[in-house]
């Protein structure tokens, strides 16, 4: 593994895929650019954009970028795509074809279930999802393990493609499709920022792979500072909760915004139902805490390094952004395959607004 921190010469390496046996099949030499976005919003993960002399449709094609340091050739792979060529230029010498890239699950998103299609209460819902995924498409899935069933039959609607009924049928076992770098399907855990440990810590220092320019961006419009909770006891009397954040320490009270804003919960999480006013009470504050809870969007470019992919939890310490011990979850990337081979990264993380 080369050390990303120091200089290094950087290739990149064109192949196309056998998609039955997901191996490289030979060297693609006449491409001339390309790029690749992974965004964890994108219904099929990951896309690229390459351009080539040849039309690369219906064909997949892996990326590779490849390190020389220290004498010693390394190469990472980028992400596999199954290329369709739209359009092409011609200059009147040559023709070029712009190719659209789509990761694997693209082969889920073209296909329907069955009508009335559907699974029975009481199966393994894990087992289901890979044996449903490995049928409907070519590249490798790494099976998902866990004992947790289906509660009641589990049916397929007309307008669901085989993606979205796997994805909502993996999401009752808090699962989300995924993909590793060599385009094999996976089943990840549904991500807790605060329990992930950081693949990686973004410094400024002088070893540091982070370039100088960031942008912050954060929405405080509909944090409220007031709740009003109705609910009801257990003889069905209704009851109400108002709270207040009128705390001087907080960015969202009272006090700080100089104004009220109302948010009123007549369906509380928790049931709606109380012994008590009291239970009721210590509920509306609890929740008033949960909603003081503000997303902070945070995009920068770094170097290469294989290790921070979407979904992956990095920590920054940007001493001069202010930036301190933060841990973040990266939601988006664009790596363009170019020299330097820098990739333009999204990241997202919380700051609770109302702490006593």
Not at 42 to 58: G, K, M, P, Q, V
Not at 71 to 91: M, S, V
Not at 94 to 117: H, Q
Request: a negative charge; glycine letters at 6%.
């Amino acid at each position: 593994m080369p050390d990303w921190t120091k200089s290094m010469e950087q290739t990149y390496l064109f192949y196309e895929v056998d998609p039955d046996a997901w191996t490289d099949e030979y060297t693609i030499s006449n491409i001339t650019s390309a790029s690749i976005t992974r965004d964890i919003g994108s219904e099929t993960l990951w896309s690229a954009n390459i351009e080539c002399d040849d039309d690369l449709s219906d064909r997949y094609i892996r990326i590779y970028l490849q390190t020389l340091q220290d004498r010693i050739n390394e190469r990472f792979p980028l992400g596999t795509f199954l290329c369709q060529t739209p359009g092409n230029k011609f200059d009147g010498k040559t023709r070029s074809n712009s190719a659209d890239g789509y990761s694997p699950l693209i082969e889920l998103k073209e296909k329907k279930l069955p009508l009335g299609f559907y699974i029975p209460k009481g199966d393994n819902i894990m087992e289901r999802a890979t044996q449903l995924t490995r049928e409907y498409l070519r590249a490798p899935v790494v099976p998902g393990s866990s004992r947790q069933t289906i509660v009641s039959d589990f049916v397929s609607q007309s307008s669901d493609t085989v993606l979205t009924f796997v994805a909502d049928l993996i999401a009752n076992d808090k699962r989300l499709f995924d993909l590793d770098d060599i385009g094999r399907v996976l089943f990840s855990p549904v991500p807790d920022i605060k329990s992930m440990y950081p693949v990686w810590t973004f410094t400024d220092d002088n070893s540091s792979i982070l370039y100088p320019d960031i942008s912050l961006e954060r929405d405080l419009y509909g944090v409220p500072n007031v709740l009003e909770v109705l609910g009801s006891t257990l003889d069905n009397h209704a009851i109400y909760s108002k709270v207040v954040n009128d705390n001087p320490n907080s960015e969202t009270s009272t006090v700080a915004r100089g104004r009220e804003i109302h948010y009123r919960e007549d369906s509380p999480s928790d049931g709606g139902t109380y012994t008590t006013q009291e239970e009721l009470d210590e509920y509306a504050e609890r929740r008033l805490k949960s909603l003081s809870n503000l997303e902070y969007t945070l995009s920068y470019t770094h170097g290469f390094c294989p290790d921070v992919n979407i979904g992956k939890c990095v920590r920054l310490n940007y001493d001069r952004a202010g930036l301190v011990n933060v841990k973040a979850r990266v939601t988006r990337q664009s790596i363009s395959c170019t020299p330097g081979a820098a990739v333009q990264e999204t990241v997202v993380f919380n700051k609770q607004l109302w702490k006593e």
